[in-house]
């Protein structure tokens, strides 16, 4: 089985492994397993600790980031709790970047504010930014590559470097990228989040995350404060969340090509004034991306005079938070995904009130150009 493309083992994870030979694994709801032999603790015994069918997902994910073994947390939030947690002693410098995902930074700011580590918000695409921030009182480094929303390409070898140096832990959000377009552990970090709810899981119907560590030394740490602290998924979301897993090589094949063809619709329409996708040549990240990843992803942001008048004129861009999913939508970050963060975090970050995010979906392409056109057409 190991010389085979890992999305093959993926597809075909826990076939015939059950006492009935089902080809697809079973769900197993058991909150409890039986001990066999007293004093003697099972494999399995309490599903918040362990659970077959969460263990099986866990392993499928590790299995396509090249990690070692991955805990399947409740949340993308969850994961990286689960990860400050485990990582941030009590008052340590923790750098995280400065146009990541709204609710990671509503998190490390509420932490900050406890006083339970300290924040270095930098512009992780800025390597001379990066080595300036990472004094010796950093414990950990977060980049989010491509960035939410912004897409800022952040070179991962290049961040694990700096931070080895200071005996830091790097730590990935993949959820843009997903295993299939980007390996951060082959590049040096040392573990990987996923808000699963989004591509990894794929169809908007769960709500998961997870946390792959390349060593077993960081996965049991990541074990056993997922499970101190209660954070573990539940057996039902981990089964859709292997469902959707399945298919992730070919949902990101179909969403990734549709968003190219969008991106250079949007870069060449006179409504737009600006578009952010790493895959367009003029894209501050572009060369980094091509090396770094392969391929550049299913979200495309732009700026428009009028967001609101955009988002009401499209039919099939739902306007609506997340992404990831087989369904196109839309949505406007400064209302939305990044309304926790103040006007000034968000001038910071480059976040205007002109900015619309697309999850481009699977659909056919030919719709998704329609709609948009004729939406642009009407607002230019
Ligand atoms: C990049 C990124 N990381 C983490 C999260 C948090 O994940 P969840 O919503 O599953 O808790 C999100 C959610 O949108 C995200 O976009």
């Known amino acids: 089985m190991n010389q085979l493309d890992p999305t093959t083992r993926v597809i075909r994870a826990g076939i015939g492994q059950e006492t009935y030979g089902d080809v697809v694994a079973p769900l197993h709801l058991s909150t409890n397993f039986v001990s066999a032999k007293f004093g003697e603790t099972p494999v399995f015994d309490y599903s918040r600790s362990a659970n077959p069918t969460r263990a099986l997902l866990g392993r499928a994910i590790a299995d396509l980031e090249g990690g070692c073994d991955a805990v399947v947390t409740a949340s993308g939030m969850a994961a990286i709790t689960t990860v400050l947690e485990a990582f941030t002693p009590a008052g340590g410098t923790v750098i995280a970047p400065l146009d990541g995902y709204g609710g990671t930074w509503r998190l490390l700011d509420a932490q900050q504010r406890k006083g339970l580590l300290k924040l270095s918000l930098v512009d992780t695409s800025d390597l001379a930014a990066v080595a300036q921030a990472c004094d010796d009182t950093v414990k950990l480094v977060i980049v989010e590559t491509p960035s939410n929303p912004l897409l800022r390409v952040t070179d991962i070898a290049a961040v694990a470097e700096l931070a080895r140096a200071r005996g830091a832990i790097v730590v990935a959000d993949n959820t843009f990228a997903t295993p299939m377009l980007q390996r951060p552990l082959e590049l040096g970090a040392d573990i990987v989040v996923h808000s699963a709810t989004k591509y990894l899981a794929g169809h908007s119907d769960v709500v998961l995350g997870a946390v792959v560590a390349k060593s077993q030394e960081h996965f049991e740490q990541i074990a056993w404060w997922s499970n101190a602290l209660g954070l573990t998924a539940g057996a039902i979301d981990s089964y859709l969340g292997l469902r959707g897993l399945r298919t ?132 230019a």
């Open 248 to 379: 992730l090589r070919l949902r990101m094949q179909a969403a990734q090509a549709n968003a190219a063809e969008i991106a250079h619709l949007l870069d060449a329409h006179p409504a737009v004034s600006r578009v952010y996708y790493p895959g367009l040549p003029s894209h501050p990240g572009h060369e980094l991306a091509r090396r770094q990843q392969d391929g550049f992803g299913a979200i495309v942001s732009f700026e428009v005079a009028d967001a609101a008048a955009l988002a009401g004129r499209l039919r099939l861009f739902t306007l609506a938070e997340s992404l990831g999913g087989v369904e196109s939508l839309i949505s406007h970050p400064a209302t939305m995904t990044h309304a926790s963060m103040p006007p000034d975090v968000q001038a910071a970050a480059g976040i205007t009130p002109g900015l619309l995010r697309l999850s481009v979906g699977v659909e056919p392409i030919a719709d998704l150009v329609a709609d948009l056109t004729q939406a642009l057409d009407e607002i």
